[in-house]
C-alpha cells in the first residue's frame, strides 16, 4: 500500500531529527505522525450512522486507517463511522453542528451536517495539503492550517470566507509547517507549527480583517507545538514533548503563562489535536510512545488524571477530535 505524501515527509522529518539527537545535536522531537496512514478508496457507501445520532450530541475522532468513529457524547457509545477518506487529519465543528473532516491526502475538507453520512460541502485546497481546521463562529469563515505545499515547501493558512470556494492562503517566511489553527471571539485566528528548516516551534496570529500573519511570542517554552485551541478567555497550546497544556493571555503579538495544565495518563509523544468542551477537554492518547488509540476526557482547567476514557476499535492512529452539539 502506498503511504501517503505528507506522511513520507513527516517520517523523514522524524527521522533527521532522530538522527541529530543520536549524533548529539537538537534532542530528538515528536512528529506528527508515527504509523503510516492508510489509504483508503472513497467508499461514502460504507457510512453509517443510529437514527437517534441526530438528536444527540456527538464526539467525532479521526482515525488514520481512513475513518472517522463517532460516539455519543458524554456517553462514549458508538453510533456511527464515516468511511472512504484517505488521510483524515484535523476536525472541527460549528455552532450549528456541522462538522469539517480535513482529509490531507485528498486535498479537501468536507462538510457533514451533525449525525449526517453525506458531505453536504466540500472545499478544495489548492496547492497546499491540509492538516486541521477551525471555523470562526461570528462570521463563518473557515481556516485551514496546511502543513506542507504540494511542492514540498512550506505550508500556509488558508480562509475560506463565508459562502466562498476559493480560499485565501496566508504564508510567513519564518513559518515552514502549519499545524493546528483556532478562532478567538474577535475572528483573530491563531496557528501554530514548526520553523522554516528547523523543529523549533512557532506561533502566529491572522488578525481579524488583516492581510498580514503576525508572530506570537509567548513567555513558555514549547519545545513541540501539538494542539490549539480558544477556551472562551485564554489561548491553549499543547506541547507534546512534555504532555503539558498551557494557557496564555493574549495581548498584542505577546502572550503571557495563565496557568499549566498537566495532562497525565498520555505517553504517545505524538502530535494531535484536543477539544475543549465547557469544563472538560477532550484529546485522544497513547499509553505507549507513539501510539494512539483511545481519547481520554480530562478536566479543564485542572487536568491531572484521566477522568474517563474510551478505546476506538481497530484504530490504527487517532489524529483530530471534535465535539458536536445537537441542533437545537
Known sequence: MRTPLVLRLLLAVAASVAAAGCAGGTPATPTAVAAPFAASRFDPAGSWMEPSAATQDLLYVSDARGSVDVFSYPAGKPVGVLRGFRNPAGLCSDPKGDVYVVDSDALQV????????????????????????????????????????????????????????????????????FFFCGYDDHSNVFVDGTGTGSHEAKFAELAGGSSTLKKISLDKNITYPGGIEWDGTYLAAQDTTTRILYRFKMSGSVGKSAGTIQLKGDKSTLIHGFWISGKELVMPYGTQSRHVAKVGFWAYPGGGALQSSLTVEKAAELVGVTVSLAPH
Open 110 to 177: 468536507l462538510k457533514y451536517r451533525h449525525g449526517g453520512t453525506k458531505p453536504i460541502k466540500t472545499l478544495l485546497m489548492f496547492g497546499y495539503f491540509p492538516f486541521s481546521c477551525a471555523e470562526d463562529p461570528k462570521t463563518g469563515d473557515v481556516a485551514v492550517a496546511n502543513i506542507i505545499s504540494q511542492s514540498n515547501g512550506p505550508g500556509g493558512l488558508s480562509i475560506f470566507k463565508s459562502g466562498q470556494a476559493i480560499p485565501r492562503t496566508y504564508t510567513d517566511n519564518t513559518l515552514g509547517s
